[in-house]
């Protein structure tokens, strides 16, 4: 790793000459915290930590953009491994050629991706590679898989959470055996997925738990569904969540956005753009949710929700790539292989799509009837798409020509 | 800016080898794009862009460490021209020694600061030099100074925030002076304070605005304060806002976290650390506003409340320096000189202090009775502490040694 320290010596500077105290952000200092693993070491180093996190990589090769992209992860994980130095965390790298007999036996199977062993459990990071999302993702790991909720103000908040599956139940105590059962299921999530447990009977009340219990929410429905046949075996709880891991609609998150993304219907996403802290973004969303609640037994349909406010630096790529304007939100179609897209036309963000609109809209989609290969024979002349267009409220490549039909008319 | 090229190429780089397209992070291309400025290129460049953003620093030193920082932040601003290379926004840098003139003339004082000329606006960058938090600010600063609101929805989306100083006007339309002057206004706060408007008599009823009013509404508070004698000039507004810019409560953000740290009350920061998205960190921050909204009038009260999840890598750095564990939360007083603190002993997150027994403590801190100093003869054994300790609640450099008196006995 010798290379690489000279270029950074903190990323995360910068605060140094200020003559106050108590916001100063880390520079990496240039120690060795990431070791490479071998066979011959991986028994001591996996018994030294309670949490060992491996970059699985391609051998280094001669192509000096590959080399420096592989300097730079190295960076992110040094500069990690040094912020996380007092909290028991190992960080290694694992060559797939030298070590590819202790990768099979860990079960590595993706070339550039981030695992973690925790006990016997092995957790893929498919997130956004920037050292506070893993700093993040790594301490939501280490702490208890189960949050326990006490009083009313603790039930506002678990009630305060939309926008991620959550879980909660009732057990008698932390003894209980179900209660265990639980914690054991939570663990297989972490930190993914929120589960919650009360020993309290007000609070079991207010939440409308019977004793051993367990709710699971779907992201921004109303009501829970209670896990049927209580109580629960580990195994039964973790296939539930399983079944039903895939929700109607789903906010990207940079600590799965890969995931995610790679979990699409048939080649394509919904995508739908709106920024919670804007009016306009707010109102859409609040549009978004109704349609998901109509349409939560639809298993063809998945709407991921992003908000560009958690990915300041795709703004400009996503405008560019799905030619949108990401000021105002928008709704579209993209096919996950290539990106292309069909977007639908919101000529004004004060006059946005009611939900029976977006309802028709998703219905065309669903059916094949709005497709992004609609427009691309068109994509150099769009007056010959105005039929199919006026029809599907479509607005594809318009945008960036800028002579949409009002605009001319 | 030849040498930083080679150092960085992409920094957020990494999605380039997956199967799927729409998620990938931007890699720097090495073009320059930052440029120097001197006066005689100045005035060319400034008609070029709508907003021109200025790195003020002091001249490149032959010092290894100060150059890689000074290369670090030219990286940072080069990626973040990069990515809004179409949104006409200028990137300079300007060397204080050799534009010393320019920079007396353009009133920049602070090296190492970022500018950002807008029309004949200046507005200081104070916040955390990092890509994504930059091209936020940015963003921000080309969107409308206003955001209109026109439904019920938006209604809510307004009345949702809540943890930053919001303003809201009422006016005929558009065209009306008042609104302008509003307008105005706002732009002297764009993008730290957010202002609203409506044209819309139901939303303003909603609001209990009347016509040509002003809300002011500060951080965490219920009921906003009518700004008085209506109608305002554009001067009577900014100075309203300007004097009552320092909330009783208010959240630490990324974007102008440096600035609020240099706005302390007599040296010291009294800083509570509350995790909304945690059932314990929302409670502990509904009894810090309750106790902000009993104390709203007390000119010498302003609690900084740090939501760790914003700053994934300052965490243990906290925990170090202020020796706390941040897995729970905390109330302290943080002496900005030094960063030397004292925190009010919470033995368990389910058993938080209760409002009155917050503002006990706060008496205590703003009448001089629990200081930073208090310890700081015992540092190396606390046992000569009891009185104090048991007395005010405190909790020093106990956790650090794991010997508090609850454990010990």
């Given at each position: 790793?010798?290379?690489?320290?000279?270029?950074?010596?903190?990323?995360?500077?910068?605060?140094?000459?200020?003559?106050?105290?108590?916001?100063?952000?880390?520079?990496?200092?240039?120690?060795?915290?990431?070791?490479?693993?071998?066979?011959?070491?991986?028994?001591?180093?996996?018994?030294?930590?309670?949490?060992?996190?491996?970059?699985?990589?391609?051998?280094?090769?001669?192509d000096k953009v590959a080399q420096k992209q592989?300097?730079?992860?190295?960076?992110?994980?040094?500069?990690?491994?040094?912020?996380?130095?007092?909290?028991?965390?190992?960080?290694?790298?694992?060559?797939?050629?030298?070590?590819?007999?202790?990768?099979?036996?860990?079960?590595?199977?993706?070339?550039?991706?981030?695992?973690?062993?925790?006990?016997?459990?092995?957790?893929?990071?498919?997130?956004?590679?920037?050292?506070?999302?893993?700093?993040?993702?790594?301490?939501?790991?280490?702490?208890?898989?189960?949050?326990?909720?006490?009083?009313?103000?603790?039930?506002?908040?678990?009630?305060?959470?939309?926008?991620?599956?959550?879980?909660?139940?009732?057990?008698?105590?932390?003894?209980?055996?179900?209660?265990?059962?639980?914690?054991?299921?939570?663990?297989?999530?972490?930190?993914?997925?929120?589960?919650?447990?009360?020993?309290?009977?007000g609070v079991a009340k207010k939440l409308s738990?019977?004793?051993?219990?367990?709710?699971?929410?779907?992201?921004?429905?109303?009501?829970?569904?209670?896990?049927?046949?209580?109580?629960?075996?580990?195994?039964?709880?973790?296939?539930?969540?399983?079944?039903?891991?895939?929700?109607?609609?789903?906010?990207?998150?940079?600590?799965?956005?890969?995931?995610?993304?790679?979990?699409?219907?048939?080649?394509?996403?919904?995508?739908?753009?709106?920024?919670?802290?804007?009016?306009?973004?707010?109102?859409?969303?609040?549009?978004?949710?109704?349609?998901?609640?109509?349409?939560?037994?639809?298993?063809?349909?998945?709407?991921?929700?992003?908000?560009?406010?958690?990915?300041?630096?795709?703004?400009?790529?996503?405008?560019?790539?799905?030619?949108?304007?990401?000021?105002?939100?928008?709704?579209?179609?993209?096919?996950?292989?290539?990106?292309?897209?069909?977007?639908?036309?919101?000529?004004?963000?004060?006059?946005?799509?009611?939900?029976?609109?977006?309802?028709?809209?998703?219905?065309?989609?669903?059916?094949?009837?709005?497709?992004?290969?609609?427009?691309?024979?068109?994509?150099?002349?769009?007056?010959?798409?105005?039929?199919?267009?006026?029809?599907?409220?479509?607005?594809?490549?318009?945008e960036e020509n800028g002579d949409s039909d009002?605009?001319?008319?």
């Amino acid at each position: 790793m010798k290379r690489a320290h000279l270029l950074v010596v903190g990323l995360y500077l910068l605060s140094s000459c200020r003559a106050e105290e108590g916001l100063n952000f880390p520079t990496y200092d240039g120690k060795d915290r990431v070791v490479s693993l071998t066979e011959r070491n991986f028994k001591q180093i996996l018994k030294k930590y309670d949490l060992l996190c491996l970059y699985y990589h391609e051998p280094v090769s001669s192509d000096k953009v590959a080399q420096k992209q592989f300097q730079l992860k190295e960076i992110v994980l040094e500069l990690v491994a040094q912020v996380l130095e007092h909290k028991d965390i190992g960080f290694v790298m694992v060559d797939a050629k030298k070590e590819a007999k202790l990768a099979k036996k860990l079960g590595f199977d993706e070339e550039g991706s981030l695992y973690v062993l925790k006990g016997d459990r092995t957790i893929e990071f498919d997130g956004e590679f920037a050292a506070d999302v893993l700093v993040e993702f790594l301490l939501d790991l280490i702490e208890d898989p189960v949050e326990i909720l006490n009083s009313k103000l603790e039930v506002q908040a678990f009630e305060r959470i939309e926008d991620q599956i959550k879980l909660i139940g009732f057990f008698k105590s932390e003894d209980s055996e179900y209660y265990k059962a639980f914690e054991e299921a939570a663990e297989q999530f972490q930190p993914y997925i929120k589960f919650f447990a009360t020993f309290d009977k007000g609070v079991a009340k207010k939440l409308s738990l019977k004793m051993n219990e367990v709710d699971f929410y779907e992201p921004f429905m109303d009501e829970p569904v209670a896990i049927p046949d209580k109580p629960y075996t580990e195994e039964e709880l973790v296939e539930f969540v399983k079944e039903h891991q895939r929700p109607t609609l789903r906010r990207l998150r940079p600590e799965d956005m890969f995931e995610t993304w790679e979990d699409d219907l048939n080649g394509i996403h919904i995508v739908a753009f709106a920024e919670r802290n804007d009016p306009d973004g707010y109102e859409f969303l609040e549009i978004l949710k109704h349609v998901a609640r109509d349409n939560t037994n639809n298993p063809e349909l998945s709407i991921v929700w992003i908000d560009p406010d958690d990915f300041p630096l795709l703004i400009t790529y996503w405008e560019k790539t799905f030619k949108i304007d990401l000021f105002k939100p928008q709704i579209g179609v993209v096919n996950v292989t290539d990106a292309d897209s069909v977007w639908m036309e919101i000529p004004d963000d004060d006059d946005l799509p009611t939900a029976e609109e977006l309802e028709d809209w998703i219905e065309d989609v669903l059916s094949g009837k709005i497709s992004t290969e609609d427009d691309d024979d068109g994509e150099e002349d769009d007056e010959d798409d105005d039929d199919d267009d006026d029809d599907d409220g479509n607005n594809s490549e318009e945008e960036e020509n800028g002579d949409s039909d009002e605009d001319e008319e």
